[in-house]
């Protein structure tokens, strides 16, 4: 019975996609790239916001596919400065 239950697992991960999770975390310079598999971007959005709540320190979340981002979750927006419209004095 558990073979069945782990065949029905690899068959349903041969559909998943694999997502890039970029987690600002206040103790470390720079994003810890964590790879995530989810049947779609729903699933992933979940996973993020799951990622965001685990611990106190983690600031921010993005959650990318194929290297473009879907989603920024946490302070990740409000700390990156704003490429538009901005100038230099």
Known sequence: MQFLGR???DLRLQDALTFELFIHDERYSVPTLRLISANGE???RT???A???EGPHHLGVELCL???RLLSLG???A???SS???SAA
């Open 7 to 9: 065949l029905r697992d």
């Open 42 to 44: 729903a699933e992933a």
């Open 47 to 49: 996973i993020a916001e």
């Open 51 to 53: 990622v965001l709540g």
């Open 66 to 68: 194929e290297g473009a």
């Open 75 to 77: 302070s990740v927006g």
């Open 79 to 81: 700390a990156r400065p």
């Open 84 to 86: 538009e419209g901005s």
